[in-house]
């Protein structure tokens, strides 16, 4: 009874203070009805009003008696992940990301898809969960704790499982990517630096070719193998449903001094402007010296 | 015994109220310092429904040349008894279908006059243009892929002082028209003094829209709102006398409106503070704030040089890097990214 009125008045408040900021866990699709066996899309959601958010992490436990399928990150709006959400052993997915501009305003932040493993309450919390707000100084902000719920019962004989099926035919969005040396990174080596977004099911993978090597996975910064970066290189993205974007840095055609590269062929078109701009006014100066030596004379 | 509980009990009800009425005077106190964003317009044009990615009729068939109720690209209707879209030709030939619509998206609004417009898509520069002489944008991107955008608006002044960017989650569906209009960025601000003399005037100045109403909010124990019009160039400037402020640190930042109705919100904050002297504000001073590569942009190159030291720790010179251009607690962790994302260039 004590206990009861704390928890009643604690209630209250809760109900009617909106936090700062809000995360929430929630299964798509109208159906409250899951059996063993489905895959189910939970959308992870941040929830804010009148202020805008750059920067989040933290993690989400899964109950064990989950198996995480997939994790989906094409609409999300991290622009950036710091630390890309992935599954660890013990269905803790943790995650960390920016938001180039801020955020204001109820969006994704990756989607779930999960299949219970046996009947009963399977849960979802978030733990430890920040977000920074966009003002220009990294305030930190607590979210709170989240606990989302399902029922799942058994699979009948005579029934099917619902099955996750997401139709993703686009590439991944075109990218650039910049060759970079900097005294800050990989001490002060040749590095690649790309990043792109798939609208879909999200970037699953980066692999990276020099010349007419095998293409390898890499993240970036990727540390180039040849510091000569005299050969072709290529960068693929890769989304989750097998779509790839393939994009070329014909770094064989770049010179580059310091952390500033450039291109070849402008550096032979300015010599090249420069040698004629030069003779041009050798060859006019040249005659205005002949004129006054025979004026001279 | 009862009473020792009853007493136990109004005692906790008592600490539970206020410390929920902490709670929310906290949070209805959260100074966040974020900027406020002007009242503008999404309007969204569908797609036909023969190409909006649906199957509308419920056929099994979607969008033209898949579904045989389809006509072209632009029909309407995925319905086999509604009649062909008018001047679309009919008759089934190879030309008919024409071009399917453009998946895109339209901003216009106001800015300062002669200014760089800058809009980024997820962070990157999708695309630039300058503003007319009344400050008006318009500006299109072409060729989206359908999903959810985190799109910024910024723009740089003729004489290089940006803006408070502005930043909207729009949701682009395929083949559908996205006009965000009504866009009104929030004045630029500067002060002409880092301290001023108690009792004497510091200037605040900046740039609008020509001819606004420009309100100037002066932070003190008591707020100051003071107003002021911008010239046809679009330049304000305010003499504020600091008699008012206490000493110690202040600070001010601007909105506009103009005689239509349309108002900015009010833009990013400038510090100041009152003191014994007049200490004057060096304009060319740059900042490297999150330019951790000095290349006066804030993008994925930082972001990668970010990235490498998260969590580490630090050595060489980004210890100075971070010291200067970052939060200078000798880390690199998310309240670094979060200034970085803040000051995001694209």
């Given amino acids: 009874m004590k206990y009861g009125l704390h928890i009643l008045i604690f209630f209250i408040f809760s109900v009617h203070f909106t936090s700062a900021a809000d995360f929430s866990i929630k299964p798509t699709g109208g159906s409250t009805d899951y059996k063993v066996g489905d895959e189910i899309l939970f959308e992870f959601n941040l929830v804010t009003e009148n202020i805008s958010y750059n920067a989040i992490e933290g993690n989400l436990r899964i109950d064990e008696n989950f198996t995480l399928q997939q994790i989906i990150t094409g609409s999300s709006v991290i622009s950036a992940w710091i630390e890309n959400p992935s599954q660890s052993k013990d269905n803790i997915v943790n995650f960390a990301g920016i938001i180039a501009g801020g955020y204001d305003g109820t969006g994704t932040i990756f989607n779930l898809v999960l299949t219970p493993k046996k009947s009963g309450e399977l849960k979802i919390f978030t733990n430890n969960n920040f977000v ?13 704790n989240l606990q989302t719920s399902i029922n799942v019962r058994e699979l009948l004989p005579e029934e099917k499982n619902n099955k996750f099926n997401l139709k993703d035919t686009t590439a991944p969005e075109n990218f650039t990517v910049e060759v970079l040396k900097d005294n800050n990174l990989q001490d002060g080596k040749y590095v690649l630096i790309f990043s792109t977004t798939d609208k879909g099911s999200g970037i699953k993978s980066y692999e990276v070719t020099e010349g007419k090597k095998v293409f390898k996975n890499v993240s970036s910064p990727y540390l180039l193998v040849n510091q000569k970066i005299n050969e072709r290189i290529y960068v693929k993205a890769i989304d989750y449903s097998g779509n790839e974007r ?15 590269c450039i291109n070849k062929k402008i550096i032979v078109l300015i010599l090249a402007i420069s040698f004629m701009v030069f003779l041009i006014i050798w060859k006019k100066q040249s005659q205005s010296f002949k004129k006054i030596s025979e004026n001279i004379s | 015994m009862n009473t020792e509980i009853k007493k136990f009990n109004i005692k906790s009800v008592v600490i539970i109220f206020l410390l929920g009425f902490l709670m929310f005077f906290l949070f209805q106190n959260l100074n966040t310092d974020s900027a406020e964003t002007s009242n503008f317009t999404v309007t969204i044009v569908p797609a036909p429904q023969c190409f909006d990615g649906q199957d509308n009729d419920s056929d ?44 895109g998206i339209t901003f216009s609004g106001r800015a300062y006059p002669l200014s760089k417009i800058t809009i980024l898509k997820d962070g990157v520069i999708a695309v630039e243009t300058i503003s007319g002489p009344d400050a008006k944008f318009r500006v299109s991107i072409a060729d989206l892929t359908p999903g959810s955008y985190n799109f910024t608006v910024r723009a740089t002044s003729a004489n290089g002082v940006t803006g408070t960017p502005f930043s909207f989650p729009v949701l682009i569906s395929q083949g559908a028209t996205t006009d965000v209009t009504g866009i009104f960025l929030s004045p630029t601000i500067d002060v002409d003094k880092l301290e001023v003399k108690k009792g004497d005037d510091i200037v605040i100045f900046g740039q609008s829209s020509p001819e606004s109403n420009i309100t100037i909010e002066v932070n003190s124990e008591n707020q100051f709102f003071v107003n002021t019009e911008s010239d046809e160039s679009g330049a304000y400037i305010y003499n504020f006398n600091s008699a008012a402020l206490e000493y110690g640190a202040h600070s001010s930042r601007s909105k506009a409106n103009i005689t239509t109705g349309e108002s900015s919100g009010f833009g990013a904050k400038v510090a100041f503070r009152v003191g014994d002297l007049n200490i004057a504000k060096d304009p060319n001073q740059v900042t490297c704030r999150a330019d951790l590569n000095n290349d006066l942009k804030v993008n994925l190159v930082d972001f990668s040089i970010a990235a490498f030291w998260y969590n580490k720790p630090l050595f060489g010179d ?24 803040f000051n995001w260039t694209g």
């Fill in chain 1, 132 to 144: 920074y707000v966009n003002d220009g100084n990294g305030t930190k902000i607590s979210v709170p």
């Fill in chain 1, 246 to 260: 393939v994009v070329e840095l014909n770094a064989q055609k770049q010179f580059c001094i310091a952390n500033i």
């Fill in chain 2, 60 to 103: 099994t068939f979607t969008d033209f040349p898949d579904d045989p109720d389809c006509s072209s690209y632009t029909d309407d209707s995925e319905n086999a008894d509604s009649p062909p879209p008018s001047g679309g030709g009919g008759g089934g030939g190879g030309g008919a279908s024409g071009n399917p619509p453009e998946t």
């Fill in chain 2, 318 to 341: 980004i210890i100075i890097i971070e010291s200067n251009c970052l939060n200078s607690d000798g880390k690199i962790n998310l309240v670094d990214f979060s200034i970085l994302a």
